[in-house]
């Protein structure tokens, strides 16, 4: 059998209604809407919005006091909600569904005492969104090396979750170390 992709494949459900709450809010208030960090990592997709109004940011601080902003699909820290409420923006949540499902589970994670081990890249801005719901009680890894090195006792509550935005693939080898290393480990069904 011959499997054949098609270039490109498109964009997932969040990702699609990140962009649409992009362009309906640019038609609703009309120019400028501020968008932290690039709305979907596509260059096409960035400049067309640009092109119609949207202007990315990656600081809050570049947004004017009172003015509307976008978070992209990615996910945001909780410290970032609370920068926007100090500085009276109005903030619409273009997150996808997936992200603020991990990000719940996180929350759900620690509040019941468990470790977090996050599987994704460090300086992925989803990655930054779910570690920052329990900073206290996560380690991110993105090697199976990294798991190796972690020290936890094996009667340790902890619990695994993984940057969305990773295959199955990609995050396959962890995974299986981290169920070899801590047999109990717990993660979203």
Not at 58 to 68: F, I, K, S, T, Y
Not at 121 to 131: D, L, M, P, S, Y
Request: proline residues 4%.
């Amino acid at each position: 059998m011959k499997l054949l992709l098609s270039k490109p494949r498109g964009f997932c459900a969040g990702v699609e209604r990140a962009i649409d709450t992009v362009k309906k809010a640019l038609v609703l208030w009309g120019s400028p809407i501020y968008v932290k960090h690039e709305i979907v990592h596509n260059t096409h997709v960035v400049t067309e919005l640009q092109g119609m109004g949207a202007i990315f940011i990656e600081d809050l601080e570049d947004v004017p006091e009172g003015a509307r902003v976008i978070y992209s699909a990615h996910g945001i820290p909780p410290q970032v909600r609370w920068q926007a409420k100090r500085r009276n923006l109005i903030e619409i949540d273009a997150t996808c569904g997936l992200v603020t499902k991990v990000h719940s589970a996180a929350k759900r994670y620690a509040m019941k005492g468990y470790h977090i081990i996050l599987i994704g890249h460090r300086k992925h801005v989803e990655t930054i969104g779910t570690a920052g719901e329990a900073p206290d009680v996560t380690s991110i890894v993105e090697t199976v090396e990294e798991v190796r090195s972690l020290a936890f006792s094996q009667d340790q509550k902890l619990a695994y979750l993984t940057q969305t935005t990773l295959s199955l693939d990609d995050v396959r080898e962890i995974t299986e170390a981290l169920l070899e290393r801590y047999p109990n480990i717990e993660t979203l069904p």
